[in-house]
């Protein structure tokens, strides 16, 4: 009996440092909140708004209706904080250098409506659009974060650019806000709609460059 446990106290010993190579391999644990955002994105994705559960959202999420509560007060706020950071995400790629010249202005124009073109073409963000059209009776506060966090945002930030132009001469004087639409009119021109009734494709990555190329294009055509 002795010898008996005495050797599968050896085997337990050996087998430990296995488990935790599996264990660095699976990489660390993500935070809870991203969990329950992420879990809460691909479920109002399957489901709708108003099919999704929070005890499914806590159950992709591997956490209790407890913790889920203490993140956030309900579907709502989840809805929510899934559009801001999915706004965030495709806003990374934004960022770019002051433009000191025609060319750098062009590159960096097309550079930003490639960027928004491939993110808002994303399904998964074409679902969030969807989902805060049909619920914007119910929950109108959806609609209008997707508008702050997406559109207004992005706006803001060709406007931010053509400001910045404008400061060195590259551009002509005008409101830089109306002079923004007109870089979106030609690069959205109806896209998103029929998108977003799927009578239209997404656009590949080559295609969307050469939108943004052509858009930017003609709003230096108009404005330099």
């Known amino acids: 009996m002795e010898k008996s446990l005495s050797q599968r106290g050896k085997t337990s010993r050996r087998r430990a440092p296995a488990t935790g190579r599996r264990d660095r391999r699976r990489g660390p644990a993500r935070p809870t909140r991203e969990r329950v955002i992420s879990a809460a994105f691909a479920t109002f994705r399957d489901r709708g708004f108003s099919g999704a559960s929070t005890l499914e959202i806590a159950t992709r999420a591997k956490v209790s209706k407890r913790e889920l509560y203490a993140l956030f007060d309900d579907k709502q706020a989840m809805l929510v904080a899934c559009i801001v950071a999915r706004a965030a995400r495709m806003r990374e790629p934004l960022q ?20 928004l073109v491939r993110g808002t073409c994303d399904p998964d963000v074409l679902a969030v659009y969807r989902l805060a059209i049909a619920e914007s009776e119910a929950a109108p506060g959806i609609a209008r974060t997707l508008d702050t966090a997406g559109r207004q945002t992005n706006r803001a930030a060709v406007v931010k650019m053509v400001e910045a132009a404008q400061a060195r001469g590259i551009l002509r004087p005008g409101d830089a806000a109306a002079m923004a639409e007109v870089f979106f009119g030609a690069l959205w021109n109806d896209l998103l709609v029929r998108l977003l009734l799927r009578v239209a494709e997404a656009p590949s990555a080559k295609e969307a460059e050469r939108r943004a190329r052509a858009a930017a294009e003609l709003f230096l055509s108009v404005y330099a």
């Open 96 to 115: 770019s250098p002051t433009p000191q010249n025609r060319d750098q202005l062009e590159a960096n124009l097309t550079a930003l409506g490639t960027a």
